[in-house]
């Protein structure tokens, strides 16, 4: 018996189709900063508190229990999220480098981070280190939920994604509270 036969109007099928890569992203809120006010005029200034800086190294050994790798870093250029963005590259294996993503940047939609992050991303596991609101507006996205999630400030989760297209293609697998990776670690 021979094999069907396809419509001449069928398009034609590749021979083998590429595997779509998958990148595993990882979210981080930026560690406890210095209150807003006199201080701190500027925003985009404030750096990490002392009990900011403590705390988020603190947690870092708890990423070693949910299998974390990370393979490069974007953080918004603001201070705060930099400083997060170093601890998190010098308590992680490989220590990966640690690059400035601007849409990162508070006030940013998802889509225009996904828009950066596709154009400057060469690695598959990559974190985000970032700001709220815009930070839970994102993994809302990502994962098609209507409302954003919520993220306490060195609070972090990971979305797996089929691409990092703009579209809602991801999967959370987990999402923790600084406290939750602080008991993890001890």
């Given at each position: 018996m021979s094999p069907p036969r396809l419509s001449r109007f069928a398009p034609p099928q590749p021979e083998t189709a590429a595997p779509m890569p998958s990148y595993e992203l990882y979210l981080v809120r930026h560690a406890i900063a210095a209150e807003r006010g006199d201080d701190w005029p500027d925003d985009t200034k404030r750096p990490l508190t002392t009990r900011g800086i403590h705390r988020f190294k603190d947690s870092l050994p708890g990423l070693k229990e949910l299998e974390m790798s990370i393979e490069e870093i974007f953080s918004s250029p603001l201070v705060r999220a930099k400083q997060t963005a170093d601890l998190l590259a010098g308590g992680v294996q490989g220590s990966p480098p640690v690059k400035l993503l601007d849409a990162l940047a508070p006030g940013h939609t998802p889509a225009v981070v996904m828009a950066q992050l596709a154009k400057a991303a060469k690695r598959h596991r990559i974190a985000l280190v970032g700001h709220e609101p815009d930070l839970g507006e994102l993994a809302a996205h990502l994962i098609g939920a209507s409302r954003p999630l919520l993220f306490k400030k060195g609070?972090?989760?990971?979305?797996?994604?089929?691409?990092?297209?703009?579209?809602?293609?991801?999967?959370l697998i987990w999402f923790v509270t600084p406290k939750v990776l602080r008991g993890l670690a001890g």
């Open positions: 609070g972090m989760c990971r979305v797996d994604v089929g691409g990092l297209s703009a579209k809602r293609t991801g999967s």
